[in-house]
Structures are given as C-alpha cells and as structure tokens.
C-alpha cells in the first residue's frame, strides 16, 4: 500500500501508473463458482485538480484503461458491469 507500505499477497492484480492512480482486480466469493470480479479504480488528483468532480467522471478514462488491459469483455461477454457501487 502506498500509504502505509503494507504489503498484501495474492489479493489480486494491481496496476499503477505514474500519475499515482491504480486500478485492482479482485475475485469475490466463497465458492469455486459465480465469483465477483471486483474492480477498484483510484485515480490521483493533485493539488490543483478539481476534487469536487463528480466520481464516475473522474474515473471514466481509467475504466477505459482497465477494460482494455484486462480483457474482461471478451473473457466474460459482459459490456458493462451488472452492479456499480
């Protein structure tokens, strides 16, 4: 973790990018079947960055980023998440 240098091990996959932005997969779920794949996106925002934007526009490119990178349209056939929280 880049806050408390805490490192967790096979937690998922994480990529970080320069600007100090990452994107997390995750697999949820108790069972060998019907696992969540848990998308986190974190996207930097420097000191003078609106911080007021609305989220899912902050993160919009990054998403795009992640879709491309992990392949899970084409792994899954799902275009857009069933659930956004």
Do not use: C
């Not at 989220?55 to 275009?79: D, H």
């Amino acid at each position: 973790d880049p806050i408390d240098g805490s490192i967790a091990k096979n937690q998922g996959v994480r990529w970080m990018f320069e600007d100090g932005s990452r994107v997390i997969f995750r697999l949820s779920g108790t069972g060998v079947a019907g696992a969540t794949v848990r998308v986190y996106l974190e996207k930097y925002a420097g000191p003078t960055e609106n911080i007021f934007s609305h989220a899912f526009t902050v993160v919009e490119p990054l998403a795009a980023v992640a879709k491309e990178l992990s392949g899970l349209t084409e792994r899954l056939g799902r275009e857009a998440p069933t659930v956004i929280t």
